[in-house]
């Protein structure tokens, strides 16, 4: 079992940023690799991006791309999302999920966390 805990939402104006925190516990995550989703007002939960965490291989949704990062550090079993040039669409909760590389089918999470409000003001 993965254990995660979000953490770094709130409240930010448009242009602002925000960084994101999830902690993982349970497991060595050396062989998992770890994503963020978003789920907006109304609507369904998107793929923002992931992490492998054994090499650190990051991918992102092309709508967050070039203002939004992910990085982990792995002594503290934690991955960030950093949200810089934020706009009011990225209005969500924001919720982060593991998986084994084994997963099959590769876009299937097993472990979420609670999630984290994120709400960015016009």
């Known amino acids: 079992q993965v254990q995660l805990v979000e953490s770094g939402g709130g409240l930010v104006q448009a242009g602002g940023s925000l960084r994101l925190s999830c902690a993982a516990s349970?497991?060595?995550?050396?062989?998992?690799?770890m994503g963020w989703f978003r789920q907006p007002p109304g609507k369904e939960r998107e793929f923002v991006g992931d992490?492998?965490?054994?090499?650190?291989?990051?991918q992102l949704a092309d709508s967050v791309k070039g203002r939004f990062t992910i990085s982990r550090d792995s002594a503290k079993n934690t991955m960030y999302l950093q949200m810089n040039a934020l706009k009011p669409e990225d209005t969500a909760v924001y919720f982060c999920?593991?998986?084994?590389?084994?997963?099959?089918?590769?876009?299937?999470?097993?472990?979420w966390g609670q999630g984290t409000q994120v709400t960015v003001s016009s």
């Open positions: 349970g497991r060595t995550l050396s062989d998992y690799v």
């Open positions: 992490i492998s965490w054994r090499i650190g291989m990051t």
């Open positions: 999920a593991a998986r084994h590389i084994s997963t099959w089918p590769p876009d299937r999470y097993d472990y």
